[in-house]
DNA sequence: ATGCCGTGGAAACCACGA
């Protein structure tokens, strides 16, 4: 079973790119962030057309997350990250699929630090840590995958002494997401790759993919009890090279069955 | 390197992203 993660940066403007990845890659299921798009502007059907069942939490403008499921159902269990009812932001959403708990999350950026974006940022990640904190009391396994705006170690940053400012590097941001690892999750690239340089975003900028100036910032966390059944993991790098490409890469993982 | 590009939405510029 193929589990992917894709912040599109624009669910519309990248419906090709998107479309083109699901039929070349067929993920069981697919989480993506960014949707940029109201709820009623989805693009279920030709979602619904490239063989996917879809539920999604949509927002004007910004943010916006989406589970995507092959020929499987999807049985929504929340779609707001419970913990602060004045957050309107549409960052997270969770279903069963395949008797899988998945979280799909889009956690926020957070710059400019020194501003309620960085304290906002530190509160959902707060937020998400006690979420999860209860999920793994679940039967089912759990995986919390998505856009954790963070990298968690220098080894994902191209050149960390230019981010040790920035709300992705902070030290409280490593803290949160190391807090949240330390619960008993496994990181699935990591797991793998405990050495390797892998990146899942690069900049628009200054030809960061053609340089490979990028960051791992999409993660996959697998609850104790699916952590072995992890089989392989990686970065669809290449689609980052494709026209109209959003910032981020696809980052996936393969599960042996039960 | 403090947004150089890209997206969406509102209004021919702005917010936001990482």
């Excluded at 959902?124 to 999920?135: D, P, Q, V, Y």
């Amino acid at each position: 079973m193929r589990i992917a993660t894709y912040n599109v940066n624009g669910v519309n403007g990248r419906l090709p790119v998107l479309l083109r990845w699901l039929e070349e890659t067929q993920p069981d299921v697919a989480c993506l962030q960014e949707l940029k798009a109201p709820e009623e502007k989805f693009p279920l059907q030709a979602i619904n057309d490239a063989g996917y069942n879809a539920i999604w939490h949509g927002q004007k403008s910004w943010n916006g997350v989406a589970i995507l499921a092959r020929g499987m159902e999807i049985e929504e269990r929340v779609r707001v990250l419970p913990g602060d009812p004045e957050d309107m932001h549409s960052r997270y959403i969770e279903a069963v699929v395949n008797g899988i708990i998945i979280g799909c999350l889009y956690l926020p950026n957070g710059n400019p630090v020194d501003t309620p974006k960085f304290d906002y940022k530190l509160k959902w990640f707060e937020r998400l840590t006690n979420h999860a904190k209860k999920l793994l009391k679940e039967d089912l396994p759990v995986i919390l995958t998505g856009d954790y705006n963070v990298m968690p170690t220098e080894l994902d940053v191209y050149k960390p002494e230019r981010w040790t400012n920035d709300a992705l590097f902070r030290p409280e941001t490593r803290e949160a997401f190391h807090k949240l690892v330390s619960q008993g999750w496994t990181d699935a690239i990591r797991k793998l790759y405990p050495h390797e340089k892998i990146y899942t975003f690069w900049d628009y900028f200054r030809d960061a993919y053609g340089r490979d100036a990028g960051l791992r910032i999409d993660h996959f966390l697998l609850s104790p009890n699916i952590a072995d059944r992890l089989k392989a993991a990686g970065v669809d790098r290449y689609v980052r090279g494709w026209e109209k490409s959003s910032d981020h890469g696809p980052v996936w993982i393969e599960l042996k069955d039960k």
